[in-house]
């Protein structure tokens, strides 16, 4: 079993119909998380802290404009063609359902009302941690836009000790501004792995070059953290390519 610690969250709901929770699941998933930082952070000179949630640019995006961001067309996706427009549609929806009319400064309201449980999460993990000294990498893309607009509004002084790690597949989506995003919220360091899948021998991976997936689960955090820990990016594509190929028999001895 994967070791985990669980913030005693609950799932968000859909926001064009509900709040996304009740405040106070939100203030326990942030204290928990706040308390997990701080000993996490007292461990470790360094935290990097990815995510993997459906629909995240989603609520990302309303989740930052509640908080008075022009997010509207800034946010990634997963698909090679971003569904903006319909992002848009469910973010108006959503705003209009949660009465959010104009630019809120309680980022836990802003959350509750129109957010999603990776935010508040993933925020608090970081605050606590730089709290306790340590220095954090907010790994994956636009959503941690949302991620970093959440510490900005609930402890400024922990925006010094973060920086925000992707891929060059999400760098170069031209239909989305991670960038621009970071630069409207506060601009801390953002940087990226140049890793390159064009001469991989499967289809499935050179996808990533056609803009499918692009970043997720730490991607982006993990790679950059291979190369400062002194790993040559050729040599973490062949561990790459291992395993997916281990996993390909693997599916073939179940027969799928």
């Keep these: 079993m994967i070791p985990y610690v669980d913030l005693q969250g609950e799932p968000g709901l859909d ?5 996304a929770f009740r405040r106070d699941v939100v203030e326990r998933v942030v204290d928990n998380g706040l308390v997990l930082g701080e000993n996490l952070g007292r461990s470790f000179r360094a935290l990097i802290i990815g995510e993997s949630i459906p629909a995240g640019t989603t609520t990302a995006m309303a989740f930052l404009v509640a908080m008075g961001y022009d997010a509207w067309h800034k946010m990634s996706s997963a698909s090679p063609v971003n569904p903006r427009e319909l992002k848009i549609s469910v973010v108006k929806r959503a705003l209009e359902r949660a009465g959010v009319s104009k630019a809120l400064d309680d980022p836990i309201l802003a959350v509750s009302k129109v957010g999603d449980p990776v935010i508040p999460a993933m925020a608090s993990i ?30 400024k002084s922990a925006l010094s000790r973060l920086a925000i790690a992707t891929t060059r597949w999400l760098i170069n989506d031209k239909s989305a501004d991670l960038i621009g995003l970071v630069k409207e919220v506060y601009p801390i360091p ?9 001469d991989m021998p499967y289809e499935s991976l050179r996808a990533f070059e056609e803009g499918f997936v692009k970043e997720g689960v ?10 400062i820990m002194g790993f040559d990016l050729g040599r973490v594509k062949m561990a790459i390519l291992r395993d997916y ?4 028999k693997t599916l073939r001895v179940q027969g799928m």
Excluded: P
Aim: aromatic share 6%; charged share 15%; no cysteine.
């Design 245 to 248: 190929e281990e996993l390909l």
């Design 218 to 227: 730490g991607a982006g955090g993990s790679l950059v953290a291979a190369s």
């Design 15 to 19: 926001i064009t119909r509900n709040d």
């Design 190 to 198: 953002v940087v990226s792995s140049n890793l390159d899948f064009r």
């Design 126 to 155: 970081a605050i606590g941690a730089a709290r306790a000294g340590s220095h954090v990498i907010l790994a994956g893309g636009t959503q941690m836009g949302a991620v970093l607009a959440f510490v900005k509004s609930f402890d």
